[in-house]
C-alpha cells in the first residue's frame, strides 16, 4: 500500500486562519480601546492640572477683596465686587488686599485671535498703568465664563460663584471639555 500523506484540507485551512484573523482582530480592538481610554484620560488630566492654577490663584484673590473706597472707578464705593457682561463672558471687578483695581475676564488670544484665556488685569488706582497677565494657559480654551456675586444682607461677605466650561485645543479626537463651578466667599470683615 501506498503510503498516504496527512495533510490538512482546504477547509480546515480557511477554518483556522478564519478564527485567527477574528482572534487577532478582537485583541486589536481591546488595546486600541486601553490606548484611546487612556488618551482621554491624559487630556481630561492636563485641563484639570491647567486650570487648578488658575483656580487657586483666582480664589486667594477673591478671598482676599476689599470694599472700594473711591479707589477703583469701575466698582461703586462701599461695594466689594462688580459683575459686567461682556462679549466673551462675565468681567469681575473688586480691589484686592494690596489696594489695587482688579479686572478678571476672558480675552482673545493666538494666531488668529480664536483662543479665549483668562486675563486678570491690575492697576493701582485711576488712571494708572494696567498690568495684564494671561492666567490660563495658551494649550486651554475657556468657552464660558460666568461670576454671580451673591450678597447677603445678614452678612458681609459676598460669595463670588465662578462657572467656566474649557477644553484643551488639541486636534485629535481626544479633546477632553470640562465645566467648572466653585464658590468662594471674600473674608473682608470691616
Known amino acids: 500500500m501506498i503510503g498516504v500523506k496527512k495533510g490538512f484540507t482546504l477547509i480546515e485551512v480557511i477554518v483556522s486562519v478564519s478564527l485567527f ?6 485583541v486589536t480592538s481591546i488595546f486600541k480601546l486601553a490606548i484611546d ?3 482621554s484620560a491624559i487630556a481630561t488630566q492636563n485641563v484639570q492640572e491647567s486650570l487648578k492654577f488658575f483656580l487657586e ?3 486667594k484673590e477673591i478671598r482676599m477683596a476689599q470694599k472700594n473706597g473711591g479707589v477703583c472707578e469701575d466698582i461703586p464705593d462701599e461695594t466689594i465686587f462688580q459683575v459686567t457682561p461682556q462679549v466673551n463672558g462675565d468681567m469681575l471687578y473688586f480691589k484686592n488686599y494690596y489696594g489695587e483695581c482688579v479686572k478678571y475676564y476672558l480675552a482673545p488670544d493666538g494666531p488668529n485671535g480664536s483662543n479665549l484665556r483668562f ?7 485711576q488712571g494708572a498703568n494696567i498690568l495684564l497677565d494671561f492666567i490660563s494657559p495658551a494649550k486651554i480654551r475657556i468657552n464660558d465664563l460666568h461670576f454671580v ?4 444682607a445678614s452678612t458681609s461677605q459676598p460669595m463670588v460663584t465662578i462657572n467656566l466650561n ?3 485645543l488639541d486636534s485629535s479626537q481626544f479633546e477632553s471639555d470640562m465645566t467648572l463651578q466653585t464658590s468662594i ?3 473682608y470683615y470691616k
Request: aromatic share 0%.
Open 185 to 187: 466667599t471674600s473674608r
Open 119 to 125: 486675563v486678570i488685569s491690575r492697576a493701582s488706582g
Open 21 to 26: 484573523v477574528v482572534i487577532i482582530l478582537s
Open 149 to 152: 456675586v451673591s450678597n447677603s
Open 37 to 39: 481610554g487612556q488618551r
Open 57 to 59: 490663584v483666582t480664589a
Open 166 to 168: 474649557a477644553n484643551a
